[in-house]
């Protein structure tokens, strides 16, 4: 088993930028890829960034590309997701995702193991 430990988020406000960090814990020889998925209320869970087990792949969602960067430390086992030009849209809960699929998807389902996640609030 994984479990994944989300820390960072907070509010802030439009402009400003924040740090995501997610920790993983257990079997983490079973993860490839890790990403990052947020959910606002009333709304479904969306793709926001992922990450190869290398590193060398990264994938980001429409709406953050350019301002969301992912990046990944595998010897401390943990990815960060550090965000610039927060937008109030950005509001919701983070929730950090992993899964020992050797391949990208942006399906929730796709990914087996997650965290519970962290509240993001960005004000106008």
């Known amino acids: 088993q994984v479990q994944l430990v989300e820390s960072g988020g907070g509010s802030v406000q439009a402009g400003g930028s924040l740090r995501l960090s997610c920790a993983a814990s257990?079997?983490?020889?079973?993860?490839?890829?890790m990403g990052w998925f947020r959910q606002a209320p009333g709304k479904e869970r969306e793709f926001v960034a992922a990450?190869?087990?290398?590193?060398?792949?990264?994938y980001y969602g429409d709406s953050v590309k350019g301002r969301f960067t992912i990046s990944r430390d595998n010897a401390k086992n943990t990815v960060h997701l550090q965000m610039s030009s927060l937008k109030p849209g950005d509001t919701g809960v983070y929730y950090c995702?992993?899964?020992?699929?050797?391949?990208?998807?942006?399906?929730?389902?796709?990914?087996?193991?997650w965290g519970q996640g962290t509240q993001i609030t960005v004000s106008s």
């Open positions: 995702a992993a899964t020992p699929a050797a391949a990208f998807s942006y399906h929730t389902s796709w990914y087996a193991y």
């Open positions: 257990g079997r983490t020889a079973n993860i490839y890829y």
């Open positions: 990450i190869s087990w290398s590193g060398g792949r990264t």
